[in-house]
């Protein structure tokens, strides 16, 4: 529960901040975390939002209310708000409430207020996560991969354009013909592998667990030893993968005694001819036992 009253704070810090400047840094250091682990763990938290769009909301509720209840100058407002420019103010305000803000002053205008966020565990439909413990030794994996963003949302979406370009132009098949001399469940299995390195070093690969050598236009990576609550899961690949994430974090992880450990998440799917769309499969996500007396877990 600890790590849920963590993010709480660090919403009420940017709260308190929507008419200042607010520190992505100082943010996640409140959730005692990274920044780029800040903004994953709320896009999956705060399903279809990301952070920086969490905040023009609310920071776009706040100048509307001024606008109607005040008479302040837009400008001024405008600059409140952290924009130096009208244009960009303006463009902002529209894209939330679709009126412009001079707009806004009228009587009747129709607006979108969203609400600050607060974290709490709600009683849910009570459906089964069907999952183990398992420790893991380190694991290469041979692949392609993508540079991903600390946009969350837009990494949703540039995941599956790049699982559907590997699916096109038949690099699906040359990683599912590597040669495997490793032993255990992800033989002959295709993996997806979300591995973050730093600021300027976040990929998403997917590739195979070989110790073949790299093929010429591929890339390498190492999958660390760890303690990983391995999730199964039959349907639908992208749907069910995203919804264990979502439910990983709000359901499963209050409750388990454990903490995320900021390891690579893995997912592993079977390889079924040239479009594997559906049926069982994985997701690891790296865990530690919870140490709620120390700072931070990240």
């Known amino acids: 529960m600890e790590w849920l009253k963590r993010l709480s704070a660090a919403i009420d810090y940017i709260e308190k901040n929507l008419d200042g400047e607010i520190s992505y840094e100082e943010a996640a250091g409140i959730a005692c975390c990274s920044v780029f682990y800040f903004q994953r763990i709320f896009s999956y938290v705060v399903t279809g939002i990301s952070l920086s769009e969490y905040i023009r909301r609310r920071r776009m509720t706040q100048a509307a209310f001024e606008l109607q209840r005040t008479g302040a100058r837009v400008v001024d407002i405008a600059l409140k708000y952290g924009y130096a420019s009208p244009t960009a103010f303006n463009r902002a305000f529209q894209s939330v409430h679709n009126i412009t803000p001079a707009a806004a002053r009228r009587e009747g205008s129709r607006l979108n207020a969203y609400p600050a966020i607060r974290f709490s565990v709600q009683v849910t439909g009570g459906n089964a996560m069907t999952y183990h413990i398992e ?70 690969y997917i590739g195979a667990a070989t110790d073949a050598p790299v093929p010429p236009g591929m890339e390498e990576v190492t999958i660390p030893s760890g303690t990983w609550a391995v999730f199964e899961n039959n349907g639908f690949f992208q749907e069910k993968v995203q919804d264990i994430f979502k439910r990983f974090f709000t359901e499963w992880l209050p409750f388990s005694g454990y903490e995320y450990a900021g390891l690579p998440d893995v997912e592993v799917y079977p390889v079924c001819g040239e479009t594997p769309v559906s049926g069982h499969s994985e997701v690891w996500i790296g865990v530690r036992r919870s140490r709620e007396d120390e700072a931070c877990f990240i």
Not at 150 to 164: A, S, T, V
Not at 168 to 179: A, T
């Open 135 to 204: 420790e893991k030794q380190p694991l290469r994996l041979v692949g392609v991969r993508i540079p991903l963003t600390g946009d969350m949302e837009e990494n949703f979406k540039r995941i599956p354009g790049f699982w559907k370009e590997i699916l096109g132009n038949g690099l699906f098949s040359r990683l599912s013909s590597l040669p495997c001399g490793l032993s255990g469940r992800e033989q002959g299995k295709i993996l997806g592998v979300s591995v973050y390195e730093g600021p300027e070093s976040f990929f998403y």
